[in-house]
């Protein structure tokens, strides 16, 4: 079957640096994308792996091992305003498109 | 350049009865991808068009359809609404289907009574 798993929720404290895993098995594998939602409002894309090795944008960095079907969001220097949930989401199979599998989301709090 | 737009953004229907969403994707934007998200399942994936083809379908019954017009504008129909069917709607759009970028709208937040 299809399954991505992630930790439920996380805290961390503000300024420090926060891991969130995330581990998938799915039939195929285009990529591996991770979103931020915030409460109430609609996912935003913040990466997307499609090769292995670490991906940095900012203060953001996503790994990725495709022979483990593993995954992690790296976020430094946390900021109160990352408190959000954070989606792990995989394109599995040949489709060409987005039949993207989702994740249940990693929820976040960010204390002062 | 204005992002994604769906209507209505709030919605209240009753049992047995059909909604039609609507989707704006970024102008330029080709492919447009529905999702529904309820607390229980998360993010779930409901379909994707393209050139006015569905590429992609998820697993959802046959009372979900959708259909995308030629300026990439896209509407979904759920017919004979049931009580799980109350979730948020999201539309994601993207420039094209091979690019992996997507962006969403605010979603239609549909309650079924």
């Known amino acids: 079957g299809q399954n991505i798993d992630q930790p439920t929720e996380m805290t961390a404290t503000e300024g420090a640096i926060v891991q969130i895993n995330c581990t998938y098995q799915?039939?195929?594998?285009?990529?591996l994308f991770w979103y931020q939602q915030h409460a109430g409002e609609a996912p935003t894309f913040l990466s997307y792996?499609?090769?292995?090795g670490l991906e940095e944008k900012g203060r953001f960095s996503s790994f990725l091992s495709r022979s483990k079907g593993y995954s992690y969001l790296l976020l430094k220097e946390l900021q109160m305003k990352d408190s959000a949930s954070y989606l792990c989401?995989?394109?599995?199979?040949?489709?060409?498109?987005?039949?993207?599998?989702f994740g249940a989301g990693t929820r976040l709090f960010v204390k002062a | 350049k204005a992002g994604v737009t769906q209507t209505p953004r709030y919605l209240i229907k009753t049992r047995g009865q059909q909604v039609t969403l609507s989707c704006s994707p970024i102008?330029?934007?080709?492919?447009v991808s529905w999702y529904q998200q309820t607390p229980g399942q998360g993010l779930q994936f409901l379909f994707e068009?393209?050139?006015?083809?569905?590429?992609n379908k998820g697993n959802f019954p046959g009372r979900f359809s959708g259909r995308q017009f030629s300026n990439s504008r896209s509407e979904m129909n759920v017919s004979t609404l049931e009580l799980g069917d109350s979730a948020l709607y999201l539309c994601?759009?993207?420039?094209?289907?091979?690019?992996?970028?997507?962006?969403f709208g605010p979603g239609t937040r549909l309650t079924v009574t």
């Open positions: 792996n499609v090769l292995d």
């Open positions: 068009y393209f050139s006015e083809t569905q590429r």
């Open positions: 102008s330029g934007h080709r492919s």
């Open positions: 994601a759009s993207s420039l094209d289907i091979g690019s992996y970028e997507q962006y």
């Open positions: 799915t039939s195929g594998f285009n990529g």
């Open positions: 989401a995989v394109s599995p199979g040949n489709t060409g498109g987005f039949k993207t599998i």
